[in-house]
C-alpha cells in the first residue's frame, strides 16, 4: 500500500535541495536586485565574513589599527604648554619651544636630572608647576631611568599617580629612547596612559651623545619633528606646524632642578 506521506517528503526533499542550492551558490540578481542571503552556509563550514570581525574579542583586535581609526579634530586655541621629565628634557625643550612660537603656544619645561616616576608622584612638583604656568598641555619624558627595572610593573603606582595629578588636561607621555631593548616600562606606559597619549620611541633610531644613552641636540629636534607629526594622531591634536627657519633663537625657559636616584 502506497504510504500517505509519500508527496510529502518528496516535496521536503525537493525544498531542502532548492534552499541548499541558493545558499550554496554565488550572489543572486533579480531585475537588477541582489539577493540577500542568509548565513546558512557560513554557520555550515564555519566561515566568518568580513562584518562577523565586528564581534570579534576586543583583545584579539589590532590595537595600532584601531589607533589610527580616529580621528579628532585639531584643537586649534594656543595652549600653556609644560614639558617635565629627567635629563632627556633638555634637548627636546629646545626644539619643542620652536614648535610653541611657531603655532602661538606659551611653553616652559623642567628637566629633573637623574628623576624618574617614582621621583614625581612623591613630591608636589608637578602640581606646582601645573599651577605657575596654568598648563593646558603637558608632555612627560619619564622612564629612561627605569628601562633596566626587573619589574616595571612597580612603578606602575606612580605612573598612575602622576597622570592624577594631570587629571583631565590633556597630555603626551614621551617613551624612553631605547638604547637597549628594555624589560617592559614602554609596555607598561602603554597601557597605563590614555589611547593616544603615549608616544612609543622605542625602536626609532638615535645619534647618541658618548655615553651612548642621550640622544645628540640633533637626534633630538628629530624627535620632536617625530612626535609632532605623529600629533594628528593623538587623542587631543593641537597645533604642530614645522616651525620656520626665520624664528632663529627662541627662548626654551627651561627650569633645571637635581635629584638623587630612588
Sequence with gaps: MKSPYVGLW???????????????????????????????????????????????????????????????????????????????????????????????????????????????????????YMDKYKADYIFISLGSNEVYFKDPSVRMPYVRKILSVIDTVPYVWIGPPNWNEDTGINDMLARVCRRGSFFRSEGMTFERKKDKIHPTRKASELWVDSIMRWMPHSAHPILADFPSDSLGKVANHVIFLKALNK
Excluded: C
Design 10 to 128: 518528496l516535496l521536503l526533499a525537493v525544498s531542502l535541495s532548492i534552499f541548499l542550492l541558493v545558499a550554496f551558490s554565488d550572489d543572486i540578481t533579480l531585475a537588477g536586485h541582489t539577493l540577500k542571503k542568509a548565513p546558512f552556509r557560513s554557520a555550515l563550514l564555519g566561515e566568518t565574513s568580513s562584518s562577523d570581525s565586528l564581534y570579534a574579542p576586543l583583545d584579539s583586535l589590532d590595537s595600532e589599527a584601531m589607533e589610527q581609526e580616529i580621528t579628532v579634530s585639531t584643537d586649534s586655541t594656543p595652549k600653556s604648554i609644560l614639558l617635565i621629565g629627567d635629563s632627556m628634557t633638555f634637548n627636546i625643550a629646545l626644539r619643542m619651544a620652536k614648535y610653541a612660537r611657531q603655532n602661538g603656544h606659551q611653553f616652559h619645561a623642567v628637566n629633573w636630572d637623574s628623576s624618574n616616576t617614582k621621583i614625581w608622584a612623591e613630591s608636589d612638583t608637578l602640581r606646582y
